[in-house]
């Protein structure tokens, strides 16, 4: 089982320059995520969605977008990337997401990340 | 802003000791799970505690939660050169989402 998958592990941008980082899950996961880890700051969230066909803000969307495209993938890009964008960026795929749901369900897996460098 | 803080920032200890270390949270929690990373890849879940529970245990993993206090505990007992990771604790409110904290790095020296 690959789990989750992101691509590219490493990519290096001039700033103004666009780009999309690709995630897809093969779990058959209804929420996804992306996230951001910066030293010192953990993970802050910056989109998710909470099933196919709904995405959401997170804590830090400012300068992102993102799309759903099926139930496996779900893309981040960044329109004109800036030096502050340089990141570790890491996607993550749960089962669910509702309140209510089993905890087994909450789970979040990550995928390897992709280490963006914006200069 | 992050929910969950780790204390301390980072332990070093020798193999075969206890680590343990410390989240605290600001506002009440559906659930808490604590995760690991090591060096370059991503997080990996390790445990769940529910609100209404005070201790779970899971191999070698024992993790407290006291929601007077707003704080849990992980606790690695036995610790193996393979502990060595970044340990985070990530709390589930009633918006659905987890919010992380910054993480304890801990080194186990051989």
């Known amino acids: 089982n690959a789990g989750v998958t992101q691509t590219p592990k490493f990519q290096v941008l001039k700033t103004g320059q666009s780009m999309t980082l690709q995630c897809a899950q093969d779990m058959n996961h209804n929420s996804m995520y992306w996230y951001r880890q910066d030293p010192g700051m953990g993970l802050r969230l910056i989109y998710y969605?909470?099933?196919?066909?709904?995405?959401d803000k997170g804590e830090v969307p400012n300068g992102y977008n993102v799309s759903r495209l099926n139930k496996r993938e779900f893309s981040l890009r960044l329109e004109s990337a800036a030096p502050s964008q340089t990141s570790v960026y890491f996607c993550?795929?749960?089962?669910?997401?509702?309140?209510?749901?089993?905890?087994?369900?909450?789970?979040?897996?990550f995928g390897a990340g992709t280490r963006l460098s914006v200069l | 802003s992050q929910q969950g803080e780790e204390d301390p920032q980072a332990l070093s200890i020798q193999e075969g000791e206890n680590a343990t270390m410390n989240c605290s949270y600001k506002t009440s929690i559906n659930n808490l799970q604590w995760y690991r990373q090591n060096s370059g890849r991503g997080l990996v879940h390790l445990i769940l505690?529910?609100?209404?529970?005070r201790e779970k245990h899971s191999g070698r993993l024992r993790v407290t939660l006291d929601t007077s206090k707003k704080s849990s505990s992980l606790l690695i007992t036995a610790s193996r050169a393979a502990d060595t990771a970044s340990y985070f604790c990530?709390?589930?409110?009633?918006?659905?989402?987890?919010?992380f904290g910054a993480g304890t790095t801990v080194t186990v020296r051989a």
């Open positions: 505690i529910r609100s209404n529970e």
């Open positions: 990530a709390t589930r409110s009633n918006d659905y989402k987890l919010s």
């Open positions: 993550a795929s749960s089962e669910r997401q509702g309140l209510f749901s089993l905890e087994a369900k909450n789970i979040q897996y």
């Open positions: 969605s909470a099933s196919e066909g709904t995405t």
